[in-house]
């Protein structure tokens, strides 16, 4: 009989709740699913070190963001589609996690340059993005950058997908 290991995970509420939807949805136990999600992930980052050497591909980030309150006056709630008046100006903030996270994200980026062909940032939701980045070079840096952006704690999930540059 296998040996089985018990350990306790701890999700936002939001995430669980998606997670026991669908996990009702399908059929299958809690243990069993989470099961199946690690054997996935495992198998997508072995198959990953299995590509060749010089590649292109793209990254594909969901991240959740947190807005700074500039007036301290305004809620989101408050927040028209029209009202877009703001007063930026370069002053002291305390920044959140996702706010610490942009911050880094970018410069995650800015050591990577070398492999970085293009980003392109998309709002989903107000307190949701998507960042794409189109990357050639070594997989080696290539897989670091992932590594690097995937450690971020605003990170949602992060698609991976590379190919043989020489390929075509």
């Known amino acids: ?38 054997h996935l992930f495992m198998i997508q980052e072995d198959n990953i070190s299995r590509v060749s050497e ?52 970018n410069d995650i980026q800015h050591h990577f340059h070398d492999i970085i062909i293009s980003t392109m940032h998309v709002h989903l939701e107000y307190e949701k993005c998507l960042e794409i980045i189109a990357v050639s070079g070594p997989f080696d840096s290539v897989k670091r950058l992932k590594d690097d952006l995937q450690r971020l704690k605003s990170v949602l999930s992060i698609g991976f997908f590379t190919m043989d540059k020489e390929i075509g």
Not at 7 to 33: C, H, M, V, W
Not at 61 to 71: A, K, R
Not at 76 to 101: E, F, N, T
């Open 1 to 38: 009989m296998e040996e089985y290991k018990r350990f306790t995970i701890s999700l936002p509420q939001d995430l669980y709740d998606k997670f026991e939807e669908f996990r009702n949805k399908i059929g299958i136990s809690r243990s069993d699913a989470i099961r199946k999600a690690m």
């Open 54 to 105: 010089n590649v292109v591909g793209c990254l594909a980030i969901m991240m959740s963001h947190e807005h700074v309150d500039l007036n301290h006056e305004h809620s989101h709630d408050d927040l028209h589609d029209s009202d877009h008046d703001h007063k930026y100006s370069s002053k002291s903030i305390y920044a959140s996690v996702q706010q610490a996270d942009e911050i880094l994200k």
